[in-house]
C-alpha cells in the first residue's frame, strides 16, 4: 500500500531525524547502564520497561497507563496519527448512553473532556455552543461527541507531550514491526522498520505490548490465536454458526470525508470500477435488499428490507435515517455564521462496507489488494452520490458534494488506514463467550434465576458496553445484531496461555467472533489498554508474572485495589 509522510513534530521526519537525536543523547550517551523510567539507546536498539505496537486508542491508553505510573515507553505506530478508529481510521466514537457519568475510565473521559476544549479554545464556536458542556461539534446522531479526526491526534499528542519531553515516552510514527526475537516462551525483542526510510531499530523489554489493529504481533511471537468464527460445537454460543471458519471476518470500510457546497460541481473522475460497484449485489446470507450503491439497506435487527435518506443539507428525510445526519462531524450553525461553508460529514455507511475479501491474517498482497478494491467501492459511492442519487425533487445527484481531503489528512482523501472491526485473537487464559454477555443467551443460562445481568467475573479489570454488532462478514454472512448486557472486562481474556510477556490490548483478546462485536468500540478499546498498561506496571514493580497475578488470590485482591485506586470500575454500580 502506497504511503505518504506527513510532517509530525512526533514523527521521524522522511528519516532524517535519528532516535539518537530525538532522545538528546549522543551514542556515548545512550550506551549508559538502562535506568527504569527512561528509554535508553545503545547501537541501533531502543531499550524501555514496555514496547507498545500500535499507536491506537488501546495503545495510547496501554502508555499513558505506564507513563504514569512511573515506566518508560516506546511507542510504535504504522501510520502518521496515533489514534486508530478514531483518527486514522475517521470513526467517530460509538459509545453507550452513560458515558459522560460512568462506564469507561476517567482517562477516556479526560481525552473527551479535551477535544471539547479543544474547540471550545480555539474554534469560532456560537455563544450557545461554547456554553455547552457536553459539546457536541457535529451533533452526528452516532455519538455524543462527533469531532474531526485531527482534534484527536492534537488531543492525544498533548496527553503525551509531557513524557516525551521528559523522556519517558518515544513515539516511532510510521514504522512497522517485521520480525521478533524469541526465548522460550518470552519476546527478547521487536525490530521495527521506519516505512519512510527502511531503517531498522531493535526495541527491548521486560514487556511488549501488542495494540495493532489487526493482532500483527500475534503470528510474529509465536502467540496462539484464532481467527474468524467459531464453531457452535465449539463455543455453544448462541449465534455462532454451525462449522468454524477462520477467514470469515466482518467486512472492513475505507471511510471518508464530504462536505456540500450548494451550486458548485465537485463531481471527481469516474472511479475506474464504478461499474462494477454500481450494480453489484453483496452475496449475502440473507440476501442484501439489492443493489449496494442504493438506498435500502438490510435492518440489522431483522435482516428485512429498509429505507436510509440522504439529503447534504441536513433535510430530514421522512421516517428514513439521514445518512447526512448520522456520522456528522461538523454541524456549520456551532460555529460563527460563514465559518463553515456547510456540516462536515463522515461516510461510513452499509453502502461501503467491503464484503469480497478478509483482510485479517492474510500476507501483504492480498491485504493491499482488498484494500485498493475497497477504495473504489468508497470512491464509487462518492461518485454515486454525486451523480445518480435520488433528489426530493424527481432529479439526480448532488454535484455540490466535496471530498474532503484535509480532513482525512491523505492525497486520495480515503483514511489512511481500514476502519478494522476484528482481528487476530489470542487463545487466552479466559475466552469472553455469549452466554457471558449475550442478553438472550444470558437469560437462557440463567433460567429465570433473578434479573439478567452480565456475567461477573472474579477478575474483572474494567467495564464496558455496546450491542453485539457485527456488520456483514467476508465469507457472506449478513448482519448479526442483538443486544447484550453491560459487561465486564476479565483479566483472563488479556493473558496468552502460553507467551509470558506479551498482552494484546486492542481487538486482539480472548473474545470470540461474535463477542468481539461489543468488546471492539472505542471505549472499551481504551478500557482494555488501561488495564495493561497498569497490569505491566504492577507485574514489574511487584515482580509477578502476569499468570501470577491472575492466579494468586491475594496478588489479584491487591492488583485489584492498585487499579481501582487510579479511578478505574470494575463492576457496574447498581
Partial sequence: ???????????????????????????????????????NQHASALHADVIVAGGGLGGCAAALAALKNGLSVILTEETDWIGGQITQQGVPPDEHHWIETHGAPPSYREFR?????????????????????????GDGSVSRLCHEPRVAVAVLEEMLAPYQSNRQLVVLLEHKIHRAQLSGKKVGNLISRSLVSGDEWKLEAPYFVDATELG???????????????????TNELHAPDKANPTNNQAFTMCFAIDYVPGENHVIEKPLDYEF???????????????????????????????LGFHPEGVPTGDSLNLWNYRRIINKNNFTPGFHKGDITIVNWP???????????????????????????????LYWLQTEAPRPDGGKGWPGVRLRKDIMGTEDGLAKYPYVREARRIKALFTVLEEHVGAENRKMVMQGSGPVKAAEFYDSVGIGYYHI????SSEGDNYI??????????????????????????????????????????????????????????????????????????????????????????EWPG
Avoid at 277 to 300: E, F, Q, R
Fill in 113 to 137: 473532556t479535551g477535544v471539547r476544549d479543544y474547540y471550545k479554545r480555539n474554534y469560532p464556536l456560537t455563544a450557545d455552543a461554547k456554553a455547552r458542556e457536553n459539546l457536541n461539534p
Fill in 481 to 570: 445484531d442483538f443486544g447484550s448486557l453491560p459487561f465486564q472486562i476479565p483479566l483472563g481474556a488479556l493473558i496468552p496461555q502460553e507467551t509470558e510477556n506479551l498482552i494484546p490490548a486492542n481487538k486482539n483478546i480472548g473474545t470470540t467472533h461474535i463477542t468481539n462485536g461489543c468488546y471492539r468500540l472505542h471505549p472499551v478499546e481504551w478500557s482494555i489498554g488501561e488495564a495493561v498498561g497498569l497490569l505491566v506496571s504492577y507485574c514489574l514493580e511487584n515482580k509477578f508474572s502476569p499468570k501470577e497475578v491472575r492466579e494468586n488470590k491475594e496478588n489479584l485482591t491487591r492488583f485489584q485495589e492498585f487499579i481501582r485506586n487510579q479511578g478505574i470500575e470494575t
Fill in 216 to 234: 500483527d504481533l500475534l503470528p510474529l511471537t509465536g502467540t496462539a490465536y484464532v481467527t474468524g468464527t467459531e464453531s457452535k460445537e465449539e
Fill in 469 to 472: 454488532d457485527l456488520h456483514p
Fill in 351 to 381: 453502502q461501503n462496507d467491503y464484503m469480497l475479501g478478509n483482510i485479517v491474517d492474510v500476507d501483504e498482497k492480498t491485504f493491499i489488494h482488498h484494500v485498493n478494491r475497497a477504495k473504489q467501492l468508497s470512491l464509487s459511492l
Fill in 1 to 39: 500500500m502506497k504511503r505518504r509522510n506527513f510532517i509530525n513534530q512526533l514523527a521521524l521526519s522522511g528519516g532524517a531525524l535519528s532516535a539518537s537525536s530525538w532522545l538528546g543523547m549522543s551514542s556515548a550517551e545512550g550506551s549508559t547502564q538502562f535506568k527504569k523510567g527512561k528509554v
Fill in 277 to 307: 460497484w454500481k450494480n453489484h449485489v453483496p452475496p449475502l446470507t440473507p440476501a442484501w435488499s439489492g443493489k449496494i450503491l442504493d438506498l435500502m439497506y438490510s435492518n440489522p435487527r431483522n435482516l428485512e428490507p429498509k429505507a
